[in-house]
């Protein structure tokens, strides 16, 4: 799309809105004025030419909004009266910044995990030091409020970084759990991004706000490179100002931020901005687990369904799958799982067991009984056993996802920047 084509489509849905709008068809004038204002916003970050063409676009931009806002607002309040027009004035302009304050909190509301998730430090294989690092910034200033006076601070940013599906999330579960009485704040970068002008920032904002509010609290961003990445001459203006507007809040001048952790997730950290990455005071790498912590998840994985797995498999699945994150672990289990069914699928005879109940066998097996699963009755099928060949033959299909060169970056950052987790 070129920018002539852009810049166009934005002033004939405008030029439509205003029409609408004098013509009091205010709904359509609405979803034509938001059409026209994300079209402007295009031509802003890709489109136009010179600086004094893209501030002209955005004052009418910002005009346009306005007109939008008035109008939503009248529609939710209903036909008693008239939106006010552009360039009036309804004498409450405190009221409508406390208005816009509130919907940008409710916007916020549904982060906070009012719900804590029941995962425990025990549930999470090894990881000792980042464990150990979040229980000295989380659970004992909260538990043992005596210890940090003075000079003695708990920690105030914490990035979790490492391979994706090594649990970086998992472990954000966790601290939710072992808080106490700390109100979580789970967020995803998405949530802080809005394609209005301007909104973005005040969300940011508005988040450390309800975090002081409720304090103690723990503000926990996903993926929060997409956020915060590092600057350049040709990155969007928006762009820049919510990474100007984080960086304040996390540690500006004049900030109390005493009781408030912000725990950060990233597969990539090499691509956050460096005075982002300094606002980190511990910077933590979850790598991929080791051959101990890749037994534990196969046994946690298996879980309650009936196997005939002994130590020494688990053992040899473990040394088997050097290079598998967590998450490709629960894959591979998820789908060794379906090999019994895939049994039952395709098998040409059932034999009976203990208990009275089909189970699908070989067609030599002592008892074979030529059927397939459509005449066996729902309660007369046993569930078959997963075995070491099931997981065997998932094995040979499901590979690591773990880039090695990223790791190699990984590893790098870590050497640089980082601590082992």
């Given amino acids: 799309m070129s920018g002539q084509t852009s810049l166009q489509q934005a002033v004939d849905l405008v030029t439509k809105a205003t029409e609408e709008d004098k013509a009091g068809n205010y709904e359509e ?10 079209y402007f916003i295009h031509t802003i970050k890709y489109e136009a030419q010179g600086d004094a063409q893209k ?31 552009d360039g009036g004035s309804n004498g409450k302009g405190s009221d409508d910044d406390d208005d816009d ?53 708990p920690w105030s940013g914490i990035l979790l970084y490492g391979p994706p599906g090594t649990g970086k999330s998992y472990i954000a579960k966790a601290v939710a759990t072992e808080a106490g009485n700390s109100t979580f704040f789970s967020i995803s970068s998405s949530d802080l991004m809005s394609k209005w002008l301007g909104e973005s920032e005040k969300l940011v904002k508005n988040l450390f706000q309800l975090a002081r509010e409720n304090k103690p609290s723990i503000i926990f961003i996903d993926e929060i490179d997409s956020m915060c990445g590092s600057r350049s001459d040709n990155e969007s203006e928006s762009a820049r100002r919510i990474k100007t507007e984080f960086m304040v809040q996390m540690q500006g001048v ?57 130590d020494a498999d688990f053992k040899a699945l473990a040394d088997r799958t050097d290079g598998y994150s967590g998450y490709d672990i629960n894959i591979l289990i998820k789908d060794a799982l379906m090999q019994p069914v895939r049994r039952v699928q395709s098998a040409t005879h059932f034999k009976r067991i203990e208990g009275g109940k089909l189970l699908p066998c070989s067609p030599g097996d002592t008892g074979a009984v030529e059927m397939s699963w459509l005449d066996v009755a729902s309660e007369q ?29 990984l590893e790098k950052f870590t050497s640089d920047f980082g601590q082992e987790g």
């Fill in 55 to 85: 501030t002209t676009i955005r004052n009418k931009c910002n005009s346009y909004l306005a007109r939008a806002e008035q109008i939503k607002k009248f529609l939710k309040e209903g036909p008693a009266k008239k939106p006010v027009k």
């Fill in 381 to 409: 099928l046993a569930e078959p056993k997963l075995s070491m060949n099931d997981i065997m033959r998932s094995l040979a299909s499901v590979k690591p996802t773990v880039n090695r060169d990223d790791l190699s970056k």
């Fill in 101 to 153: 304050k509130k919907k940008l909190q409710d916007r916020l509301q549904g982060a906070i995990v009012m719900e804590k998730p029941n995962v425990k430090w025990t549930d999470i294989a090894g990881l000792e030091q980042a464990k150990a690092s979040l229980q000295e910034a989380v659970i004992l200033p909260i538990k043992f409020p005596q210890l940090f006076t003075g000079n003695r601070k």
């Fill in 254 to 310: 004049g900030m109390d931020n005493a009781g408030i952790l912000v725990l950060g997730a990233t597969n990539i950290p090499w691509t956050l901005d460096a005075a982002i990455r300094r606002r980190f005071e511990k910077r933590i790498y979850i790598p991929l687990p080791d051959v101990h912590g890749r037994k534990e998840m196969f046994r946690i994985d298996v879980g309650k369904n009936q196997h005939t797995l002994s």
């Fill in 29 to 38: 004038a609405l979803a034509l004025y938001d059409r026209s204002i994300q």
